[in-house]
């Protein structure tokens, strides 16, 4: 089972990428899927999950309204879309799967043991 990230690039403040994280080996569909974010010297941060059942989405406030996460079950793939892009989202951007976790926990960097590497966003002003 492996995960791949990509999409990441420069782009200039107010403009968007898409992010993809492609699942091998098992149904993405099954299972919770996050993105995380991180700086240098900085822990990861939750930016955006989606539930295995179903498509209840969380997102972090400070992406929320600019991000949305989305899966297509039939190519094994979730997507960050990210649009308004700013300065401070520049990062490595890293999805990551795991069992559903309960809502006080989706944000919760050990609750996805599956990740992917990292893809680098780097969003000038």
């Known amino acids: 089972v492996q995960l791949q990230a990509s999409g990441g690039g420069l782009v200039e403040a107010g403009g968007s990428l898409r992010l993809s994280c492609a699942a091998s080996?098992?149904?993405?569909?099954?299972?919770?899927t996050a993105w995380f974010r991180q700086t240098p010297g900085e822990g990861r941060e939750f930016v955006a999950g989606?539930?295995?059942?179903?498509?209840?989405?969380y997102y972090a406030n400070s992406v929320r309204g600019r991000f949305t996460i989305s899966r297509d079950s039939t190519e094994n793939t979730v997507y960050l879309q990210m649009n308004s892009l700013k300065s401070e989202d520049t990062a490595v951007y890293y999805c990551?799967?795991?069992?559903?976790?309960?809502?006080?926990?989706?944000?919760?960097?050990?609750?996805?043991?599956?990740w992917g590497q990292g893809t680098l966003v780097t969003v000038s002003s």
């Open positions: 990551a799967t795991g069992s559903n976790p309960i809502t006080s926990a989706v944000r919760s960097a050990s609750m996805y043991p599956l």
């Open positions: 080996g098992r149904p993405s569909s099954r299972y919770a």
């Open positions: 989606i539930r295995g059942t179903g498509t209840t989405t």
